[in-house]
């Protein structure tokens, strides 16, 4: 199957910035939809940000004007460019295409103190 590897989180201050990336081990990405979700502790997983197989973007209200999603698709790999990181970003990233695979990635961790 499809392996997803997330990567690029950490602890970071209220106001700081980190850059998650997300690898597939296939062209899984290639042309498709991908998105990037997010679970904080206690809380189901919340879609926060998604980019189409020509680069549009679409991003949940609370993360606009913050984050930026990018793809390249020779390398089968996406990224989240999050700034100005808030203590509620705090949660653990997930990527996946849409539709979604039946299963996730280990996801990264991103940690906001305030």
């Known amino acids: 199957q499809v392996e997803l590897v997330e990567s690029g989180g950490g602890l970071v201050q209220a106001g700081g910035s980190l850059r998650l990336s997300c690898a597939a081990s296939?062209?899984?990405?290639?042309?498709?939809?991908v998105g990037w979700y997010r679970q904080a502790p206690g809380k189901q997983r919340e879609w926060v940000a998604t980019?189409?197989?020509?680069?549009?973007?679409y991003y949940v209200d609370s993360v606009k004007g913050r984050f930026t999603f990018s793809r390249d698709n020779a390398k089968n790999t996406v990224y989240l460019q999050m700034n100005s990181l808030k203590p509620e970003d705090t949660a653990v990233y997930y990527c996946?295409?849409?539709?979604?695979?039946?299963?996730w990635g280990q996801g990264t961790q991103v940690t906001v103190s305030s």
């Open positions: 980019i189409t197989g020509t680069g549009m973007t």
């Open positions: 996946n295409k849409i539709p979604k695979l039946p299963y």
């Open positions: 296939g062209s899984i990405f290639s042309g498709n939809v």
